[in-house]
């Protein structure tokens, strides 16, 4: 149970929780290592040559080296076929010494990203891409890991003492990576969870109900401190070019009881889950029990 102070003026500060998640991995790394002697193990695998995705595969495997777990990575160049890829990753799925894998987003336009996804064994879908992985955080059933972003964001709700039973969370955004996994995930936790989206009529008046708001909408500062109903808890999922988040922090952060800045709220939360879900993985496979 992660629970502690983190707050700052009324900012909810995610890299405290994010170190603490890292210690946390790397010690249980250690335990899987020693009751096993198997060092846990993450394939990573991206196609093409989009830079963006390039730095963010580089600090997934940074994240890697920090908690102790062995990283395999694979390029592989952007004339990749569905087939070539579907075929990499049901071997990686059939590797017992891999225990996740981490196709990263976006592929090139040739390739069945689904397809692609769908290859990977959802006990090995550490970053909670497939229909499996969904299907059963939806159901709120065990044996799947989350979406990275949603459980980073869930994780900062526990730590900062946010209590959602019963109370209205909006979520602007419907992303199967982010605003739908979130819903399913605050809904799991007894919260009242509306889900908004580019069709949505009157957003500020459904905000102004929220007693809870993540915004994952992609567009920067959209959310407004005049939509906020007053206390109001803000989660800000967004990151935009020059480190500016979904909400319009300045105008937020008078209205909002707790929000959390971009950078430094819910950003740094996402690897840190991806290497607790890794580890995670290979105690499953491998049998470690808690
Ligand atoms: P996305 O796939 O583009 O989805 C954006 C969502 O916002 C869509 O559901 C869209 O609605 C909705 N939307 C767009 N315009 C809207 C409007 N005017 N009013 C209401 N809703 C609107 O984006 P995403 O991948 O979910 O990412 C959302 C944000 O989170 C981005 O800023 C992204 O950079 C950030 N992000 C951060 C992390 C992290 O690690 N911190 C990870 C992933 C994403 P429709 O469905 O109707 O189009």
Redesign the pocket.
Known sequence: MLRMSITHDNKILGKPVANIIMQQTLAHVQKIKSQTGVTPCLATVLVGEDPASHTYIRMKLNRCEQAGITSRHIKLDDKTTTQQLVTLITELGNDPTVNGILLQHPVPSQVDERAAFEAIPVCKDVDGVTYGSFSRMWFNEPGCFPS??PQ?IMLLLQAAGVQLKGKHAVV????????KPVAGLLLAKHATVTI?????ED?PSIVKLADIVV??????E?VQGDWLKSGAVVMD????PGNV??VHFESAQKVASLITPVPGG??P???AILMQQTALAAAQQLGVTE
């Open positions: 990275c972003t980073g602007i955004g419907r992303s199967p990576i982010l605003g908004c989206h580019s069709r949505t957003l915004a994952a909408v992609g567009i920067p959209f999922a967004g990151y935009n988040g979904d819910v950003g939360m996402t690897l």
